[in-house]
């Protein structure tokens, strides 16, 4: 992509109004736009970040047996009076409209109670069973406050795959080997894997606890309390002698640190199924629950916290996985032989397959030099009369100091090498 | 795809209240779930065929310099208050609903104003212009009637691409050219390409003239009239002796037909833009206005519209650009000698990058042959012991009657023919 052609241009300061940090810089950078509070449009870099994380959260979904679907947002109120989640004393954050008729509905927070009612059409046997829908879709809610930039959105991407299970052993595969296997291997694409913990949390209505998958950061808004070595963590809201002895962890070996919940899942049991009527037929021919889990990941917000935690005080610094682009290729002067080398380095790149993002604006290399480092992107070329008299274009990796001069004719072997040592 | 593996299930009729054809047929095939009238889930076959035409409509956008971001739903009632839009008497199909504090918010239903607010702040001189971002997106309009299933709806999903011109020569070329030229790539991609035509309607506010896409059909809601030599056509809504003068159409040629609008351009001038306050200075340091267009394709009303224009007695039939899988593969005896080939062909058609939807489920012959059509893949390939007997594997295509038995070792190069035939 030419930057003449990509219409964002980055800015010095941050809105006055916007308080978090991602949101600041990713504002600042031209890969989003606040449309309120919590509420944020992605121009086109932060389109590409989006799609690139979801994409990485979809295969590894596809890997474990989900299967993709997308619910709708417009909500009927019916099927969630059956489970007594529509009444805003249960649930305090629905957003809620009207068809032109006068019916209520709702804009979708969550999806059990549509799922269960669409899988019903299609469950009856146990040779139907088990199956993990998700989808990666836009959630809504409503909340009073909401200034975590994209970590805490009123409108927000999210992936929730749901389970359902034949059995209670059955659904306790899933929940504790198989799907968070998956997630630790979407955070490890994510460059996350080291810092992010497996956290016993409430469990909300149906189980003592639920798991949470928090990341370490300064800016998080749960407090965990770590144990390094066993690799498990407590959120504070469930923190307890009794707990503690429970999962076999001793107050000595705990860190208390702050941390942001880049997923959960919670074992629902058959409270919702049943409710709503969805049962199998075991092998015996007699009637039985279906044993749900739901598990959600928040795409938009793991947007924000690696904006915001890989960040230095010049700007973005995204891992390679979800990079807009591989290389910010900055032509510096308006010489003939300056952007012939750029012109057609920009060329052999892209042909080879690797993203760049080629600066070939009329703007003053300082400027170029500062774009580089606000947006981003993991390495950096720069062709200038300087570099061609070193011998070739000037190399540099976003997050060291040094800069290598490479030859025109070996740039695209050494990129390759380096993108690969980084992923 | 394991047929087994994939949790829908055919049924032998539709629901009751469902009126629409296409939305029958993909409910019957387990494509969709119906939500309310108007509003669907996708389902995981359904889903394919949603991202399969997104991405034909994002590939013929990128190639005409469009920029995919990805904008908010929930709206800021102020911008849309400048421009007059908020008034349920200027525009009587909103959603609207609050913030937990009280404010009022819009849900999304086109996107010229948050747009044109969020590139304020990139657009300032003429080196800017031209843009043309665009977005596949959610849509909600809140429709008095939904009857047509995913042909119109409350909720659905469009590309909206917006055009910002330097002048209207610029726009010009671009509304009357560019933007047709990829829009027919689009319909020629989807089989579509023949049977819709350039059609002259009302321009709204800002023009005399908009331009639809209308493609021939028995349930279109539109009526136009259309001169099959020009291969051009005007809407009914503006169809008068001045307006065929002024396109020099003759009424003579005219045939008067009904017709779906599968996309639609509008000329916008710079009444919003204006009112919104975006600007840019010419070379010359003068501010000037700029000139707007937008220009929409509804993908899930063209997912309904290949449901029912190619549909047959039997069930579903998909071109091979949007088809879920390209082979609808069925084993039909559980026999070792069969199940064993079908696998071995299953494994041999997967690898060589071949979509294929496997029945390998314990059900009747007439069970899958049935489904097959239901479905409605390009290929059908049978294995039982009589294929076998006869040499190989039973091939057919959805839309003709012959079958031919193909040699196991021949079945992957056949099918590559075959599919390449069908694009």
Same mark, same amino acid.
């Given at each position: 992509? *030419? *930057?003449? /052609?990509?219409?964002?241009?980055?800015?010095?300061?941050?809105?006055?109004?916007?308080?978090?940090?991602? @949101?600041?810089? #990713?504002?600042?950078?031209?890969? +989003?736009?606040?449309?309120?509070?919590?509420?944020?449009?992605?121009?086109?870099?932060?389109?590409?970040?989006?799609?690139?994380?979801?994409?990485? &959260? *979809?295969?590894?979904?596809?890997?474990?047996?989900?299967?993709?679907?997308?619910?709708?947002?417009?909500?009927?109120?019916? +099927?969630?009076?059956?489970?007594?989640?529509?009444?805003?004393?249960?649930?305090?954050?629905?957003?809620?409209?009207?068809?032109?008729?006068?019916?209520?509905?709702? $804009?979708?927070?969550?999806?059990?109670?549509?799922?269960?009612?669409?899988?019903?059409?299609? &469950?009856?046997?146990?040779?139907?069973?088990? +199956?993990?829908?998700?989808?990666? /879709?836009? !959630?809504?809610?409503?909340?009073?406050?909401?200034?975590?930039?994209?970590?805490?959105? *009123?409108?927000?991407?999210?992936?929730?795959?749901?389970?359902?299970?034949?059995? /209670? !052993?059955?659904? %306790?595969?899933?929940?504790? %080997?198989?799907?968070?296997?998956?997630?630790?291997?979407?955070?490890?694409?994510?460059?996350?894997?080291?810092?992010?913990?497996?956290?016993?949390?409430?469990?909300?209505?149906?189980?003592?606890?639920? #798991?949470?998958?928090?990341?370490?950061?300064?800016?998080?808004?749960?407090?965990?309390?770590?144990?390094?070595?066993?690799?498990?963590? =407590?959120?504070?809201? $469930?923190?307890?002698?009794? $707990?503690?002895?429970?999962?076999?962890?001793?107050?000595?070996? #705990?860190?208390? $640190?702050?941390?942001?919940?880049?997923?959960?899942?919670?074992?629902?049991?058959?409270?919702?199924?049943? @409710?709503?009527?969805?049962?199998?037929?075991?092998?015996?021919?007699?009637?039985?629950?279906?044993?749900?889990?739901?598990?959600?990941?928040?795409?938009?917000?793991?947007?924000?916290?690696?904006?915001?935690?890989?960040? %230095?005080?010049?700007?973005?610094?995204?891992?390679?996985?979800?990079?807009?682009?591989?290389?910010?290729?900055?032509?510096?002067?308006?010489?003939?032989?300056?952007?012939?080398?750029?012109?057609? =380095?920009?060329?052999?790149?892209?042909?080879?397959?690797?993203?760049?993002?080629?600066?070939?604006?009329?703007?003053?290399?300082?400027?170029?030099?500062?774009?580089?480092?606000?947006?981003?992107?993991?390495?950096? #070329?720069?062709?200038?009369? !300087?570099?061609?008299?070193?011998?070739?274009?000037?190399?540099?990796?976003?997050?060291?100091?040094?800069?290598?001069?490479?030859?025109?004719?070996?740039?695209?072997?050494?990129?390759?090498?380096?993108?690969?040592?980084? =992923?």
């Amino acid at each position: 992509m *030419r *930057r003449s /052609q990509l219409f964002i241009k980055t800015k010095k300061q941050a809105p006055a109004d916007e308080t978090a940090k991602n @949101a600041q810089l #990713l504002i600042r950078a031209g890969y +989003i736009h606040k449309e309120m509070a919590g509420v944020y449009s992605y121009l086109p870099l932060g389109k590409i970040v989006i799609e690139k994380i979801s994409q990485i &959260v *979809r295969e590894e979904m596809n890997k474990i047996g989900g299967l993709e679907v997308l619910m709708s947002t417009l909500q009927n109120k019916e +099927i969630w009076e059956i489970t007594g989640r529509w009444d805003d004393k249960k649930v305090d954050n629905w957003f809620k409209t009207k068809l032109a008729n006068g019916t209520d509905v709702g $804009v979708g927070l969550t999806h059990e109670e549509p799922l269960i009612n669409a899988i019903k059409n299609f &469950v009856s046997s146990y040779k139907d069973l088990p +199956i993990y829908p998700y989808q990666i /879709q836009t !959630k809504f809610r409503n909340e009073l406050r909401a200034k975590s930039g994209l970590m805490r959105g *009123r409108e927000f991407l999210m992936k929730d795959l749901y389970s359902f299970s034949r059995s /209670q !052993k059955e659904h %306790d595969k899933f929940y504790n %080997d198989i799907a968070p296997n998956a997630y630790f291997e979407v955070y490890r694409r994510l460059d996350l894997g080291d810092i992010t913990y497996k956290t016993f949390a409430s469990g909300g209505y149906f189980s003592k606890f639920s #798991l949470e998958f928090q990341t370490l950061s300064e800016v998080g808004e749960d407090t965990i309390y770590l144990d390094k070595t066993k690799r498990l963590a =407590v959120n504070k809201e $469930v923190y307890s002698d009794e $707990v503690l002895n429970d999962l076999g962890l001793s107050k000595d070996g #705990l860190e208390e $640190v702050k941390a942001v919940e880049v997923g959960n899942i919670f074992p629902l049991g058959s409270g919702y199924s049943d @409710a709503l009527g969805l049962y199998f037929t075991d092998e015996h021919g007699q009637r039985q629950s279906v044993i749900m889990g739901c598990y959600g990941i928040g795409v938009s917000r793991l947007a924000g916290l690696l904006a915001e935690h890989f960040a %230095d005080e010049r700007g973005l610094v995204w891992p390679v996985s979800v990079a807009p682009y591989a290389v910010y290729l900055a032509c510096l002067e308006d010489k003939p032989e300056v952007k012939k080398l750029s012109d057609s =380095v920009y060329s052999e790149l892209t042909s080879a397959g690797i993203s760049v993002l080629y600066d070939d604006r009329d703007e003053r290399p300082g400027e170029k030099f500062a774009d580089a480092d606000l947006l981003g992107m993991p390495l950096r #070329l720069i062709v200038s009369e !300087k570099s061609i008299a070193g011998g070739g274009l000037e190399l540099k990796s976003r997050t060291k100091d040094d800069t290598q001069i490479v030859p025109a004719d070996s740039v695209k072997q050494l990129i390759v090498d380096r993108l690969s040592g980084l =992923v």
